[in-house]
């Protein structure tokens, strides 16, 4: 179901504290754009990554699913900063998920999501938060991004450089965001609302310009050589981050 444009920020937020200061829960993301590559690759590379956790690639056609997701957050409920999130898509070791049921109804079931192997930030209070609540891998770096009418430009520190050209004609509400970490050794399903729509085409390349955690992983799955299967982005992305829900240990 759709959001209620009129009340979608208007959950109650409580605040817990983080090592770099209070942090308001949900956090609620006002004022933000994005940019998303989704790649299909050779399952071996993305079980190389895995190999010893709770998760195994999800595979859709034969081939595991990577996305590279740029974000610049201007306002929301902790700061302005950016993010960029390298991830595969994933599902509990052993289970029988459905890709089709991932893809077209990405809220159900426990066992599924989007498994964050790096996810660099701008800020440390979006460090700690990450880190201390979710288990997701951040670190804080440099991100500069540009995010024009017909291109968008995006550099990691001294790791990656990101370009795409104009974006497609085939417009779609955002679906929610799903992500699987473990944090404490327990694992957490967290689902992000959205309220934009994404424009879906275009042609991006990623380049590896320099060494860093994600262009290492960036390179271990191939992604610089590759083109993505699909290109989506918003310039007006509204989401809404809350707690991950426990689903069991890893």
């Known amino acids: 179901m759709a959001p209620d444009r009129k009340t979608f920020f208007s ?18 993301y006002t004022d933000a754009s994005l940019l998303g590559c989704i790649y299909l690759i050779e399952p071996s590379r993305a ?93 804080v770096t440099t991100i500069d991004t540009d995010f024009g009418e017909r291109s968008v430009r995006a550099t990691l520190g001294g790791e990656l450089e990101i370009e795409c050209g104009p974006p497609g004609f085939m417009r779609t509400p955002g679906p929610p965001l799903v992500a699987i970490s473990i944090h404490d050794g327990r694992v ?3 689902v992000v609302d959205t309220d934009h729509m994404l424009s879906w085409g275009g042609k991006a390349t990623i380049r590896i310009v320099g060494e860093g955690p994600t262009a290492a992983n960036v390179e271990r799955l191939g992604l610089e050589a590759s083109k993505p299967f699909l290109v989506f982005r918003t310039p007006r992305m509204r989401s809404i981050l809350p707690l991950g829900k426990d689903v069991g240990g890893s």
């Not at 959950?11 to 609620?28: D, E, N, V």
Request: some cysteine; charged content about 20%; glycine content about 8%.
């Open 11 to 28: 959950r109650a937020q409580s605040t817990l504290t983080t090592s770099a200061g209070p942090c308001a829960l949900p956090i609620f």
């Open 47 to 139: 079980r190389a990554m895995l190999e010893g956790g709770p998760f195994e690639p999800l595979l859709f056609f034969g081939k595991a699913m990577v996305q590279l997701v740029v974000f610049e957050y201007r306002e929301s409920s902790i700061g302005s900063y950016n993010e960029l999130a390298l991830a595969i898509e994933v599902k509990l070791r052993g289970r029988t998920t459905s890709p089709l049921r991932a893809l077209l109804a990405p809220r159900r079931g426990d066992d599924h999501g989007s498994h964050i192997v790096n996810l660099p930030v701008t800020t440390e209070a979006a460090c700690a938060a990450g880190k201390e609540l979710w288990g997701f891998p951040k670190y």
């Open 188 to 190: 957490l399903r967290t």
